[in-house]
């Protein structure tokens, strides 16, 4: 987690008080177009920040039962049935060089393995917290299906491209053949008639409203132009901001869901928002959550599963979605 340097204690502690998310779920109004003509299909499933708090986080940020909450979020995970596949954005763990941190999110992967259910992760900056040669190397131990930390993954009528959006850890070499790997992959997709919609995955935002965390300015400048110039492009995945936020660009999709365990971040709202947030609670705070992605023939649908405050029942606070034309 990266702080501002703006009045980051006093202004995050009263940002972060608890009465402002009382009344969270009554006060939230999602669309949610079905998908047509039935809902089956296929089902994604997507989480985030699932690293417990560091001791110096919370000095500036309240605790809020974090761990578990983040074993209810990775129970209703298990919990749902025959997932096509399981996406972690990043952030699985509080230091990714430390094979303790590992023992939790470990348990959760060979759960879902053993029901074989593919998991894809992405490196966030967490993974390289302590030294970033062993942090590389314990998250390759947990997701070893690819040799580099971007790739790409066909769940048609989806394709996935993952990206490391951690461009201080790459240096000049891999940042230009990601970038041409990128690149090439959307061209690709662009031309594959199995494929209808394309899905970016990385850590970082390029666009949030957090108070906490600065958005991706080299992700805003490497990776949202060509995705905007992609007619199958549909949605550009990210967490490191530990909230729930939604915007758009250009008719494109661009979703921040941060909420797998880590100590929440608070949010500029209202005449302080930096960029139009189409989430429907305005809470400065949102709740601990996953993300749903459903998916078939006719179009596809995004749902945010969230867990209610007692931490013991969860409601699908927010779905939209479209067809894929």
Known sequence: MEPTVKSVLGRVLAACALAGIIGIFSSASAPSPPLTPSDAGKTILVLSDTQAPMFWEMLILPWNRNEEA?????????????????????????????????????????????????VYGVMGNHEYISSSAKGAARFKKRFPEFPLSWFSVRIVPLAFIVLNSNFWELTKKARAEQQKFYEEQLATLENDPEVKGIVVCAHHPPYTNSKIVNRSFEGDREFVPPFLKSRKAKLFLSGHSHAAEHFIREGKHFLVLGGGGGLLHPLHIGSDARYEDHFPLRTERRWF???????NEEGWKVTFRMLRQDLASWVDIYSFGASWD
Do not use: C, T
């Not at 096509?84 to 939790?104: I, N, Q, T």
């Not at 959550?289 to 459903?294: D, P, T």
């Open 289 to 295: 959550h996953y993300l749903r992605l459903q998916m």
């Open 70 to 118: 983040r074993q209810k979020i990775m129970e209703l995970v298990l919990s749902e049935p025959n997932p096509a596949a399981v996406f972690h954005l990043g952030d699985a763990v509080a230091r990714g060089s430390e094979e303790k941190d590992w023992k939790p999110i470990d348990d959760f992967l060979s759960r879902l393995r053993a029901r074989g259910v593919p």
